[in-house]
Each structure stands twice: as structure tokens, then as C-alpha cells.
């Protein structure tokens, strides 16, 4: 079955630095990979995705980046606030959706 | 509804204690999922449905639990003289797009403590 592996387990950062928490699956036939977003005691909820057509995609502060090959794909914050942190996870699929272990990122003012 | 609704928000069971945890999803999404996510961990899929069908149940973690969706719609996850490795959050999905990954929306979870 699938396995995804995601790193850093914590990330801390001062504001206006950047992110970037990585993950490596294993099926290769995944094709679409989301990262969401989990605030203490909240539900998940999906920042951006990426369909394996494409490399890269971005959406104002926030970037993924999918390289197939070597099967892996990366989340990109940059300009962080403190309204970041958070633990972000990222999923694959190829059936079902199967989470990394999460990362939790602190923003510092 | 305008979102996936699960109640209740919090229960406490004792320990051999069954219970019973609901989830609504969004008004005509056929696929809903169920998770089982521990404490510092990330989601662990538990089970499937399309409509009423479970299709997959690889994840539920032992004949404890278990899950109906009887008319399509409101699913709910029973298990069966609770123990304490239980507690966790179930959180449920739901997704109008099936099984791939896509569009999933999660409810708020039941957080369960078993004492």
C-alpha cells in the first residue's frame, strides 16, 4: 500500500522567513497530492493541491511543488506569519487518502 | 448542510463501555470516510463508503468497530467495549468525487477518552 513520509516534525521560523516541509510516497501511481492544514483542535481543512500533470503550482503565499521521479513533492510558505502555525499535513492518495505524519510549524513575531 | 457535521463533539466512555459516534456529511457527496487520528499523529483511514456500500474497510483496527451508512447518507462508527488505545479523534469526510483524494471535506471530529 502506499506510505508517505513527511519532514521536518517541527518547524520553527521567524516571520517573513520561509517554509518548506517536504514528503516522499511510494505508490507510483498517485496522482494528486493535497496539503492541509490543521489548527489546534480543528478540523483539517485543504490549503492547495497538485494534480501529477503539472510541476509546480501556487496560490498567493503558498507553492507545491511535485517532482514524479523521484516521488516526492514539497509545500512552500513563504513570507510566514504568525497566523501559520499550524501542523500541515500532506496525503496521496492512490485510492484512498493516506497521511503523512504532520509537521508542526511555529511562526515567531 | 454547508458542511460535515459529527456529533457528539466529545464523549468519555469507560472502558468496556460501547459507543456510538455520528457523522453528516454534505448534502448528496456519495463518499464518505472515516479517521482515526491520535494524539501528535496524522489521520489513519479507517473505512469507505459510497453511498451505502462500504467498499473498503482495511482500517478499522480490529472487529470492535464498525460502520453503516444504511440509507446513503448519516454513517455512523460503533465500537464495542471501548479500550483505552481508542481515544483519539474520528474525524469524517466526505467527497462528492470518490475515492481518489479529491475534494474531501472533513467534519469537526468527536474526540473520544477512554477512562
Known amino acids: 500500500g502506499e506510505n508517505v513520509e513527511q519532514h521536518p516534525s517541527t518547524l520553527s521560523v521567524q516571520e517573513g522567513d520561509s517554509a518548506v516541509i517536504k514528503c516522499t510516497y511510494s505508490?507510483?501511481?498517485?496522482?494528486?497530492f493535497p496539503w492541509y492544514k490543521q489548527e489546534l483542535g480543528k478540523r483539517p481543512q485543504l490549503i492547495i493541491d497538485?494534480?501529477?500533470?503539472?510541476g509546480e503550482k501556487k496560490d498567493q503565499r503558498i507553492a507545491v511543488t511535485l517532482n514524479k521521479t523521484a516521488k516526492h513533492f514539497s509545500l512552500h510558505i513563504t513570507e510566514t506569519q504568525p497566523e501559520d502555525s499550524a501542523v500541515y499535513f500532506c496525503?496521496?492518495?492512490?485510492?484512498?487518502?493516506?497521511f503523512g505524519t504532520g509537521t508542526r510549524l511555529q511562526v515567531f513575531p | 448542510g454547508a458542511g460535515v457535521s459529527q456529533s457528539p463533539r466529545y464523549k468519555v466512555a469507560k472502558r468496556g463501555q460501547d459507543v456510538a459516534l455520528r457523522c453528516d456529511p454534505i448534502?448528496?457527496?456519495?463518499?464518505l470516510f472515516w479517521y482515526q487520528q491520535a494524539l501528535g499523529q496524522g489521520p489513519e483511514f479507517l473505512t469507505y463508503?459510497?453511498?451505502?456500500?462500504?467498499?473498503?474497510k482495511s482500517g478499522l483496527p480490529s472487529d470492535r468497530f464498525f460502520a453503516e451508512r444504511p440509507e446513503g447518507s448519516v454513517s455512523t462508527l460503533k465500537i464495542q467495549r471501548t479500550q483505552q488505545e481508542d481515544s483519539a479523534v474520528y474525524l469524517c469526510?466526505?467527497?462528492?468525487?470518490?475515492?481518489?483524494?479529491?475534494?474531501?471535506?472533513f467534519g469537526s471530529g468527536t474526540r473520544l477518552t477512554v477512562v
Open positions: 469526510a466526505s467527497s462528492s468525487t470518490g475515492m481518489r483524494g479529491y475534494g474531501y471535506t
Open positions: 497538485i494534480r501529477s500533470n503539472v
Open positions: 505508490d507510483s501511481a498517485s496522482n494528486y
Open positions: 496525503a496521496a492518495p492512490p485510492d484512498k487518502l493516506i
Open positions: 463508503f459510497q453511498n451505502e456500500a462500504q467498499l473498503d
Open positions: 448534502s448528496g457527496h456519495v463518499s
